[in-house]
């Protein structure tokens, strides 16, 4: 019986210029997968070229790329780190290469990488129904947590009251200082995290803004979203939210008001957050709002790099996708 040749080279980083390969790769991976879990009319589509962008530039040297003996990519882990934060993905293997090994080496390659930038959270999501890819990971040292539930409502297209301030609309002095609040409102709880460069580069690239609630030099709640479409080809129409911070409930109303507002100002039809369920307030609080839960993944850290939760009343929503 043929069988593939095994040669494997990497990692090696992977560039910007390699968005089309990795694209096909990991629409291709997760539509195989998929069908794999018995959903076989789903097919998982290409994202669009501005987020695998800031997802390479977001990971730097932590986005890697594994070739066949053709140089053709074989697998991929995108490993990111938020200051003390770390979790890796989106992650795959060709489906050709799969049981063959590699799968076990993207996830060592990217853990070892994590821990040299003394990372002391270290996760990754999964699938809850995927039993295989939970017992893979469970073999690694990964231990499952919380899921983070994906919830969205939709906008009512009218103007929302609120006092926030989007930090694209300031000066650059003014948005630098509040940028520098927000990372040290969010290191006063939880030192070590920092979400700068996530805020940065969202603003370089024009994928979005961030919302924060604050008087005078302190904040009470901060949130970035993208507003971009996330699939390759299709118009956008959700604002969604990739990092959270609140300081009481309170905070976390007007916020979501923030939000709401911005989707609305932006004509996109819906706001998708995703909860992780160790907030349960936050999470009772959406669903009273009207939110609907639409996808769940497993949060899985690894054994000795546990993920801290914030006392009661705090929220602290870090998404481990992109």
Request: hydrophobic share 40%; glycine share 10%; charged share 25%.
């Amino acid at each position: 019986m043929w069988q593939p040749d095994r040669v494997v080279r990497g990692p090696a980083l992977l560039a910007e210029s390699e968005i089309g390969p990795l694209n096909r790769l990991f629409a291709d991976s997760f539509t195989d997968r998929y069908r794999k879990d018995g959903l076989v009319g789903v097919r998982v589509p290409q994202l669009s070229a501005e987020v695998w962008r800031y997802a390479l530039r977001d990971a730097g040297q932590g986005a890697m790329a594994w070739t066949d003996e053709r140089g053709e990519m074989v697998a991929f882990n995108i490993a990111h780190h938020s200051g003390v934060e770390g979790w890796m993905g989106p992650l795959a293997v060709r489906p050709d290469r799969q049981g063959l090994g590699l799968g076990k080496a993207i996830i060592k390659s990217a853990v070892e990488w994590l821990v040299e930038q003394r990372v002391r959270v270290l996760g990754l999501e999964t699938m809850p129904r995927t039993v295989e890819n939970i017992g893979f990971y469970s073999q690694l040292g990964f231990s499952p947590g919380y899921l983070t539930v994906t919830l969205t409502a939709d906008v009512v297209q009218r103007s929302i009251r609120g006092r926030f301030l989007r930090l694209g609309e300031l000066a650059p002095k003014e948005r630098s200082g509040w940028l520098s609040r927000c990372r040290e409102t969010l290191d006063a709880l939880l030192p070590g995290y920092d979400f700068t460069r996530e805020l940065e580069l969202t603003s370089q690239l024009s994928l979005g803004d961030t919302v924060v609630i604050g008087s005078n030099s302190d904040v009470a709640a901060f949130a970035l979203y993208h507003s971009v479409a996330l699939a390759e080809g299709r118009p956008g129409d959700e604002l969604r939210v990739l990092k959270l911070y609140a300081e009481s409930g309170t905070a976390f109303d007007k916020l979501m008001v923030a939000l709401e507002s911005s989707a609305s100002r932006l004509k996109l039809r819906r706001v998708a957050i995703r909860c992780q369920t160790a907030y349960r307030e936050a999470y009772r609080y959406l669903i009273q709002r009207g939110y609907r839960v639409r996808w769940t993944d497993l949060r899985m850290c690894l054994e000795g790099y546990p993920e801290p939760v914030l006392p009661d009343g705090s929220v602290l929503f870090s998404n481990w996708e992109i």
